[in-house]
């Protein structure tokens, strides 16, 4: 068992989401599609921030205590990076906590929702390929 499998299929669970959502992001019928976009965000929401409480508590310290500086380097630069898109990921859950926010707004509403969601899931993609790809040939 590789050292990422639990964080690995974390991610696929998210990005299933990810894909549910963005099937809920059509801007002809976002309003009609609140009840169940709302239940997709809260949801997506508690496995991403469980998802990212585990890697903080868990997998970077571990990668930093194996003492190998390109992972050291590597996991300090992508835990760093998270601190800000996880922000720009609550400014966002924020904005559009409220039924109202997305009727007054359903375009801007999509044009987050993509926005967000294609930073996420090209983290998850580059932390798959760099971080994790080389925390597992250690």
Do not use: C
């Not at 997998?59 to 050291?72: E, F, N, T, V």
């Not at 924020?94 to 929702?113: H, L, Q, Y």
Request: glycine residues 6%.
């Amino acid at each position: 068992m590789r050292r990422t499998d639990t964080f690995r299929q974390q991610h696929t669970t998210i990005l299933d989401v990810v894909t549910e959502f963005r099937g809920l992001l059509d801007p002809e019928k976002v309003v009609d599609n609140i009840p169940d976009i709302m239940g997709v965000m809260i949801g997506f929401s508690g496995k991403l921030k469980a998802h990212l409480a585990k890697e903080d508590n868990e997998l970077y310290p571990d990668l930093l205590a194996l003492g190998d500086p390109k992972l050291s380097e590597l996991a300090t630069a992508f835990q760093a990076e998270m601190g800000g898109l996880s922000a720009a990921f609550d400014s966002y859950m924020e904005t559009w906590r409220s039924i109202e926010a997305i009727e007054d707004n359903p375009d801007g509403f999509v044009r987050a929702s993509e926005e967000i969601l294609d930073a996420l899931t090209d983290r998850i993609n580059r932390e798959n390929r760099e971080l994790y790809a080389l925390a597992d040939r250690l």
